[in-house]
């Protein structure tokens, strides 16, 4: 067996490694190949229908790769895994599946270091109704790359990182099953190797090799799983992991074991996986979780969409607060990579108040840092971060980019403790730079306990109270209006036609906006030192001047949606009205003025001018 796992892994590497160095002669020589004639007799001519079946095969292996390389979201990979979305059909098939976790597989074997000749890949997966099956197709491909498999069961995205940290798991690889906040009936997969989660440019890769395996397989089924892999409860570890470090840093000098005794915490888990963290955290650790919310893992969801964004989750939660006189109130996601929490008075704290509170935090343990957001971040938070001696580094959006950014500033000698993204997802340097929504709730926690030991009657979020809020703010979409293999770049051309329209002084009193050492150039706010990060979407900030006054008033912030085949629009003013006034121009000197309007959907634009008027 040890023969047969060691040759496996050998051509794996080989064509990983074929595939890495050359692409396109890949994609050539699998397009190109002509099955031998039943004679064996070499083939001297080439007839007109013989060219125009060619043709036509040609063009399915194109659609089906295609099709799974659509299947890439930015450093995930998510689409439909089940009937029941009005004009979506199914794209995220077992067979599907079962290339890319191949596929994974042996980008693992080619590319990381092992010591035990066999890569050992783990899976976890949320709730969700498709799990099974898909993850069925998981395991049937990393056999067939060569790998051992070991199933987690219902998990989270960080627990499946920290097993490959954690002894005696520390698993070379992991994979996450979910599709975070969407639909019931959607799924994806996340990627982790012992480096962190993988890179945008790392999955296209994959995908890619994933692409070629799936379009010249002549059956789309999954195969059977030759050997079962085996279960494990890491679970149980990652929760002990959590409340160890509970434990040893608030030290609590009465009880221990049992520091939160006396306070209580009602989480939501919003039926996802975050229900281990009221049984196997919190109430172990001395808390009264009574009034806690949809702990039960239910894919269907079927109470509200498990979001520390979305409002009902949020608006329950604080009702729960309230109704118990609760000291803390938390919201997961789905497979809790993101949360939010509602103080003792049932104020929701999350997008900018979140990275606010995590930064004051943050600050007190290490003066002087910088944190990291997205570019969507308000003009009031930078004034926090900055009143608190700290240096505010707007990045470009999408949580991967954010925690990047701040891997590398560290590298660069720029102490960076916190990167944060509006969606809840927030990383610290002392936790590997894992976006984990668990230990976010746990700084939070510990901050709470430590506030009560110094005499403090004030909740946790009266380190907040100062913090500047804008008047107003508004997010609109564009669905981009073409065929979805043409989407990207219709995207593209809409955001850099929006870049030249500002440099060219064609909206009076806009500017691209800058930050620090980054600037808005080249499709995003990019990195001005020698080694630029790879672009994942084009998008552009715009701060916003009054014509009369001169003085800044809003910004503008479009960019491309990783996800979806549109252009998101987000804007915040500190005058009233401004939003509807950027929006205006935005429509009718942009849009319009450029004929960008004649390929996007621009009626949500229409549609809050037509309200806001």
């Known amino acids: 067996m040890a023969s047969t796992s060691t040759s496996s892994l050998v051509s794996s590497k080989t064509l990983v490694s074929l595939f890495l160095s050359s692409p396109r002669t890949v994609k050539s020589s699998f397009l190109s190949f002509t099955p031998a004639s039943p004679s064996c007799k070499p083939i001297r001519t080439r007839s007109s229908n013989a060219t125009k079946t060619d043709e036509v095969t040609n063009n399915i292996l194109d659609e089906d790769m295609d099709q799974i390389r659509r299947l890439q979201n930015g450093s995930d990979v998510r689409g439909v895994a089940l009937e029941g979305e009005k004009g979506r059909t199914v794209t995220l098939t077992p067979a599907a599946v079962e290339a890319i976790a191949e596929s994974f597989g042996e980008w693992v074997a080619a590319t990381e270091s092992n010591v035990n000749g066999v890569i050992r890949v783990s899976l976890g997966r949320d709730p969700r109704v498709s799990g099974g099956k898909l993850s069925t197709a998981v395991f049937a491909g990393l056999a067939r790359a060569g790998c051992l498999a070991f199933d987690m069961g219902l998990a989270t995205t960080p627990a499946c990182f920290m097993s490959t940290l954690l002894p005696p798991f520390e698993y070379d690889a992991s994979i996450m099953m979910t599709a975070s906040h969407l639909p019931y009936t ?17 999955v296209e890769k994959i995908c890619d090799l994933a692409a070629r395996k799936y379009a010249n397989r ?92 979305d409002k009902t989750a949020m608006s329950r939660t604080r009702a729960a607060v309230l109704e118990n006189s609760a000291d803390l109130g938390v919201v997961f996601d789905t497979d809790v990579d993101r949360s939010g929490v509602v103080d003792n008075r049932g104020n929701p704290i999350n ?70 993204e509006t969606s809840g997802h927030g990383a610290v340097k002392e936790n590997y730079f894992l976006d984990d929504g668990a230990y976010m709730v746990v700084k939070i926690i510990i901050e709470m306990v430590r ?71 080249e499709g ?12 994942d979407a084009h998008m552009y900030r715009a701060k916003v001047m009054d014509e009369k006054s001169g003085e800044e008033y809003g910004w503008v912030h479009m960019r491309q949606s990783i996800h979806n085949p ?30 960008v309007a004649r390929f996007l959907d621009i009626s949500d634009i229409d549609n809050y001018i037509g309200s806001q008027s």
Not at 186 to 202: A, H, I, Q, Y
Not at 222 to 241: G, N, W
Not at 255 to 267: A, C, D, E, R, S
Not at 586 to 593: I, S, V
């Open 218 to 309: 002549q059956t789309k089924v999954s195969t059977l799983i030759r050997t079962r892999p085996e279960q494990v409860d890491f679970m149980s570890a990652y929760s002990k992991h959590l409340r160890e470090i509970i434990k040893e840093r608030i030290n609590h000098p009465e009880h221990y074991n049992t520091p939160l005794k006396g306070f209580q915490i009602v989480v939501n888990a919003g039926n996802g996986s975050g229900g281990f963290f009221t049984w196997d955290v919190l109430d172990k650790l001395g808390a009264d979780t009574f009034g806690s919310l949809y702990l039960n893992p239910d894919g269907m969801f079927p109470n509200h969409i498990p979001n520390p964004e």
């Open 566 to 595: 549109n252009i998101a629009l987000n804007m915040q003013s500190v005058l009233p009205g401004g939003c509807l006034s950027m929006t205006s121009i935005f429509r009718d000197r942009f849009l319009e003025a450029s004929g």
């Open 524 to 535: 995003c706010l990019v990195d001005s030192n020698d080694h630029p990060s790879a672009i």
């Open 351 to 420: 997008g900018d108040k979140l990275i606010a509170l995590m930064s004051a935090i943050v600050l007190k343990e290490h003066p002087g840092s910088t944190i990291v957001t997205d570019a969507r971040t308000s003009m009031g938070l930078t004034r926090f971060i900055t009143e608190r001696g700290g240096r505010h580094c707007l990045y470009r959006v999408g949580y991967r980019n954010v925690i990047d950014k701040g891997v590398e500033l560290n590298k660069d000698g720029i102490e960076t403790h916190l990167m944060m």
């Open 451 to 521: 506030m009560r030991l110094a005499g403090s009657k004030e909740g946790i979020g009266s380190l907040i109270e100062n913090l500047e809020e804008p008047l107003e703010s508004a997010e609109l979409r564009m669905n981009i209006l073409s065929e979805p293999r043409d989407a990207k770049a219709k995207g593209i051309e809409a955001i850099e036609t929006f870049r030249q329209y500002i440099e060219e002084g064609k909206l009076e009193g806009w500017e691209l906006d800058s930050c620090g050492e980054c600037w808005v150039s």
């Open 186 to 202: 959607r799924n994806g997969l996340k990627f982790f190797t012992k480096r962190g989660g993988l890179t945008s440019p790392e």
